[in-house]
């Protein structure tokens, strides 16, 4: 049997990656559903090519161009943000991809979770916001999520096999950016450009900005927190600036256990939609030869606030890591805009932290406020 795939974000770089791993494996993977926001001339060229039951594209000004080429083809046609989480209900998928950016993937991963889909899950946004909800949910619900981060991958293929075995620590590697070892007086300057200009991954214009900052990292270990079942102080930030080593797990006898490979999305996309088989691939192998040295160090808290942020905001709870994640997005954007420099995001989000009210033991209903009011505020600061 085929797994049908939906995949939230298709056009982005997680998205097309997945339809690259899709590609390989026309025996194990069949799409299902497709979804786009703005991009519909990629969305309806994804749509003849793969041929999936139905299509969202969530900017309904674009609905009645992917309607007039898609229609004729019978594959049925959504408009609207709300549709994204309608569609979730399809009995006929097995896996949603959440590759979505940002805030947008709550709502979605939510209805795909209540609905006993199993979750390939990129968009780490929804559970920096609302991890405690989603994780209970997914247990309520016999639900699987699987991590598609590349971090969260690793730590996932070092516990398979050792599920009664309580992890020690997490070892969270971070490549450190474009910017690592630079000074605060050397940010200041820093273009978009420059910011935009990954050593080693290419990814989503958003991403790689929070990777410039190290906001990438604080997600990350809020990520891990609720994936993993782990608190804080057993999850450690190490700068490894090759990403050859994706993340380590170190067990109660001490032992470390790792995951390498050369920085390549696919894989972990893979292993997601694959799990528990490892399918075959041919992506370019690792060479120990052309890597003489993997270095590590400690990751610059003082220099990179966000990352320290994140951890004071998990340790806080509640709604805290949602104000965070929604002045992220609007700081990221108004940097992108170029209205404000490289470390005035960490000064927004700061902002907001104080601003915003702090609510204890928050609902949905919460979230989607706070997320709200959040964003009014960062705009406002901007
Ligand atoms: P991209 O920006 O490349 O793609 C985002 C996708 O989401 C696009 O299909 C886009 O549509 C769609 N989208 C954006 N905003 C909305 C919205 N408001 N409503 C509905 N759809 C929307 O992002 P990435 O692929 O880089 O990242 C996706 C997620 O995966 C993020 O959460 C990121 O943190 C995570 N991730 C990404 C990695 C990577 O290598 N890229 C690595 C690890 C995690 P359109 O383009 O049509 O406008
Ligand atoms: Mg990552």
Redo the contacts with the bound molecule.
């Keep these: 049997m085929r797994r049908k795939i939906a995949i939230?974000?298709?056009?982005?770089?997680?998205?097309t990656?997945a339809l690259e791993v899709i590609d390989k494996h026309p025996d194990k993977f069949e799409v299902e559903v497709l979804?786009?926001?703005?991009?519909?001339g990629?969305?309806i060229e994804q749509s003849i090519k793969y041929k999936p039951n139905c299509v969202v594209i969530?900017?309904e000004n674009f609905y009645q161009q992917a309607f007039d080429a898609l229609d004729p083809l019978h594959i049925k046609v959504y408009g609207g943000?709300q549709s994204?989480a309608s569609v979730m209900e399809m009995d006929s998928i097995d896996i949603v991809l959440t590759?979505?950016?940002?805030y947008?993937?709550l709502l979605p991963t939510l209805k795909a979770i209540e609905t006993g889909k199993s979750i390939a899950l990129?968009?780490?946004?929804t559970l920096v916001v609302a991890g405690e909800l989603i994780t209970k949910l997914a247990r309520e619900k016999g639900v699987n999520i699987l991590p598609?981060?590349?971090e969260h991958s690793a730590i996932f293929q070092c516990i398979v096999g050792e599920f009664q075995n309580p992890i020690e620590k997490i070892i969270l590697t971070a490549s450190g950016g474009p910017f690592r070892g630079r000074t605060k007086e050397q940010l200041l300057e820093v273009t978009k450009a420059q910011a935009l200009n990954h050593p080693n991954?290419?990814?989503?214009?958003?991403?790689t900005i929070?990777s410039a900052t190290m906001m990438?990292k604080g997600?990350e270990v809020i990520e891990a927190k609720w994936l993993f079942g782990v608190s804080l102080d057993q999850i450690e930030v190490i700068v490894h600036p090759q990403s050859i080593i994706h993340s380590m797990v170190q067990f109660e006898d001490g032992s470390l256990k790792a995951q390498l490979g050369l920085p390549d999305?696919r894989l972990p996309i893979q292993f997601a939609l694959g799990y528990p088989e490892r399918l075959k691939a041919d992506y370019p192998r690792f060479d120990f030869s052309e890597y003489p040295q993997l270095t590590f160090e400690k990751p610059d808290i003082e220099t990179f606030r966000n990352l320290g942020l994140a951890f004071e905001v998990a340790s806080n709870g509640g709604n805290q890591p949602c104000i965070l994640n929604a002045a992220n997005e609007i700081a990221v954007q108004g940097f992108l805009d170029e209205k404000i420099g490289f470390l005035e995001i960490s000064d927004v989000i700061e902002n907001c932290l104080k601003r915003v009210s702090y609510i204890r033991t928050p609902v949905l209903e919460d979230f989607v406020e706070s997320d709200k009011e959040t964003r009014a505020l960062a705009l406002e600061l901007i």
């Design positions: 939230l974000g298709s056009t982005g770089s997680i998205g990656q979804t786009a926001h703005n991009n519909v990629l969305l969530a900017n943000e994204l590759a979505l950016v940002g947008s993937g990129a968009n780490k946004e598609v981060d590349s991954w290419d990814m989503g214009a958003k991403i929070d990438n997600l999305m």
